[in-house]
């Protein structure tokens, strides 16, 4: 019966150490998200700052052309 417990206790260390291992994974791949997804937000940022610039040059723009027009 002892060998039997132990074999059980055994399988269960086996679970216990593939558990561990996907856990680790998955740390790592949420790690690597939560960079990717930071890097993809000052991206993000950085054309909407470049977006405000060109919207700022085209208002300009249609207010020379107005004020050639006018």
Do not use: F, K, W, Y
């Not at 561990?20 to 939560?34: D, I, K």
């Amino acid at each position: 019966m002892l060998d039997a417990i132990s074999g059980e206790e055994q399988d269960l260390l086996s679970e216990l150490d593939r558990l561990e291992e996907r856990v680790q994974e998955m740390t790592a791949l949420v790690q690597r998200l939560r960079e990717e997804r930071r890097s993809l937000e000052r991206e993000c940022e950085r054309l909407r700052s470049e977006r405000a610039a060109t919207v700022g040059r085209l208002g300009h723009l249609i207010e020379r052309v107005d004020a050639i027009r006018g």
